[in-house]
């Protein structure tokens, strides 16, 4: 079993930044890929970013390459989620998750077994 909780969400301008931090408890934490992933209100929930167990390797997806980056510190058990030159589009609930294939970087959610309980993230024009 792993527990996630999610931190560093909340209001923002169009153009700023915020970093999201992901704690996880549990079992051996560098077993696991992270993913982020976010869901706005009437829309699925999509894939942002994934980072493999021992963190060389990352994916993201096209919307927010280039403005966001994953990182994570195994010795503390936490993922990381920079974002930059955010826009009204990236308003939604974000969430990380843990996907016990930690040699990939998937982007489908059925791949993660674990998640947590989300973080509001709102960028205003």
């Known amino acids: 079993q792993v527990q996630l909780v999610e931190s560093g969400g909340g209001l923002v301008q169009a153009g700023g930044s915020l970093r999201l931090s992901c704690a996880a408890s549990?079992?051996?934490?560098?077993?696991?890929?992270m993913g982020w992933f976010r869901q706005a209100p009437g829309k699925e929930r999509e894939f942002v970013a994934a980072?493999?167990?021992?963190?060389?390797?990352?994916n993201y997806a096209d919307s927010v390459k280039g403005r966001f980056t994953i990182s994570r510190d195994n010795a503390k058990y936490t993922v990381y989620l920079q974002m930059n030159s955010l826009s009204p589009e990236d308003t939604a609930v974000y969430y990380c998750?843990?996907?016990?294939?930690?040699?990939?970087?998937?982007?489908?959610?059925?791949?993660?077994?674990?998640w947590g309980q989300g973080t509001q993230v709102t960028v205003s024009s």
């Open positions: 980072i493999s167990g021992r963190g060389g390797y990352t």
């Open positions: 549990g079992r051996t934490f560098s077993s696991y890929t």
């Open positions: 998750a843990a996907s016990p294939a930690h040699w990939a970087t998937p982007r489908s959610r059925n791949e993660y077994a674990y």
